[in-house]
């Protein structure tokens, strides 16, 4: 059974850090490329990372450019999201996924930015 499992999210204030995990299992997680997504209340999923198969390469939206640094561990079926200088506008529910794959969505894990 595909299973996408968020956490790491919470309460944080501008400019503080944040490290998210998405624990991925049922797939050959190696295998696929991997992205973090956000969505916020009435607007559409938007891609924040992605990372090749073999952490070769990383891309990552404007927004979020030289703050955040996506990784992953292919013996631990896992992606992580490192946030730093975190803004207001990065508050959002973050999640993961293999975008070749489009598997399921995961509940996601709450990032809130506010002082």
């Known amino acids: 059974q595909v299973q996408l499992v968020e956490s790491g999210g919470g309460l944080v204030q501008p400019g503080g850090s944040l490290r998210l995990s998405c624990a991925a299992s049922?797939?050959?997680?190696?295998?696929?490329?991997m992205s973090w997504y956000r969505q916020t209340p009435g607007k559409e999923r938007e891609l924040v990372a992605s990372?090749?198969?073999?952490?070769?390469?990383?891309t990552y939206a404007d927004s979020v450019k030289d703050r955040f640094t996506i990784s992953r561990d292919n013996v631990k079926n896992t992606v992580y999201l490192q946030m730093n200088s975190l803004k207001p506008e990065d508050t959002a529910v973050y999640y993961c996924?293999?975008?070749?794959?489009?598997?399921?969505w995961g509940q996601g894990t709450q990032v809130t930015v506010s002082s």
């Open positions: 996924n293999a975008p070749v794959l489009r598997l399921p």
């Open positions: 049922g797939f050959t997680f190696s295998s696929y490329p």
């Open positions: 990372i090749t198969r073999f952490s070769g390469s990383t």
